[in-house]
């Protein structure tokens, strides 16, 4: 008796696999090739655009390498001006320290031109020209481009040079912001404030402020022990620690006289 031949399952699910197989090579292919059209498109379409800025970014970059290094020769170079200029100032040769300085009050940054100003200021106010040092002081302290600090400090300067001639509604008006506890410069402008608070007749308000600045540990001994003379020649008593007082006393006896405001 014959036999009916039958299919052979596992060899027709062999070819399905092979031609899904076949399907996705294909499919991948073709997926390739519409990638590589895409890429070659985006490539000729934005490619001149994207190289440009390409050489534009290496360029700011090489740029700005330049700058820093510029800027770095250029602090050192006026840094080496400055010691030169103040080797001039300790050398007591005033005229060639004002060459020295002149080019740097001129240029660099704010600082370093209100730097040099400060030093030319000082060379006025040795050589007797209180007038032109106070007039350049002021001029510093009025700069909104300088820093702060050295504003307050040109401020203060400029009424320490000029306070004889000067106002002393000017000195408040000058010192009063200055002049407050807490403040770095509360000593110098208090003590210069409560001048002009004598030269007002205003003992009342003098005698406390010195008193107040004779209290301020912050403060300078030298400062304090004036301050502290002065609040009591004006009735007003600044002594908080006896033994405190007696050993700066002893300290200012050791290192000198104090200088005279």
């Given amino acids: 008796m014959a036999l009916t031949p039958t299919s052979d399952p596992s060899s027709a699910d062999k070819l399905a696999i092979r031609r899904a197989a076949e399907q996705d090579v294909l499919l991948r292919e073709v997926d390739e090739a519409v990638r590589q059209d895409e890429a070659g498109e985006f490539v000729r379409r934005y490619g001149k655009a994207i190289i440009a800025l390409l050489i534009l970014a290496l360029a700011a970059f090489g740029g700005w390498l330049w700058w820093r290094d510029h800027r770095e020769a250029q602090k050192q170079r006026v840094s080496e001006e400055y010691v030169q200029a103040l080797d001039q100032i300790d050398a007591g040769n005033a005229v060639k320290a004002n060459a020295a300085l002149d080019p740097l009050a001129q240029k660099g940054t704010p600082a370093a031109m209100a730097g040099a100003r400060l030093l030319e200021a000082g060379l006025m106010v040795a050589k007797g020209d209180t007038a032109r040092a106070t007039t350049a002081l002021f001029k510093i302290a009025d700069d909104?481009?300088?820093?702060?600090?050295?504003?307050?400090?040109?401020?203060?300067?400029a009424v320490t040079a000029g306070f004889d001639t000067m106002k002393p509604e000017t000195v408040i008006a000058r010192m009063k912001p200055l002049a407050k506890p807490?403040?770095?410069?509360f000593g110098s402008a208090g003590e210069l404030l409560a001048a002009a608070y004598l030269k007002q007749g205003k003992k009342d308000l003098a005698g406390p402020l010195f008193a107040s600045i004779a209290k301020d540990e912050d403060t300078p001994p030298s400062l304090r022990s004036r301050a502290r003379q002065m609040a009591g020649q004006l009735g007003y008593d600044a002594v908080t620690d006896v033994d405190q007082v007696l050993a700066e006393q002893r300290r200012a006896g050791a290192s000198g006289p104090a200088p005279a405001q």
């Fill in 144 to 157: 909104n481009d300088v820093p702060q600090e050295l504003r307050n400090l040109a401020a203060i300067k």
């Fill in 182 to 185: 807490g403040n770095p410069w």
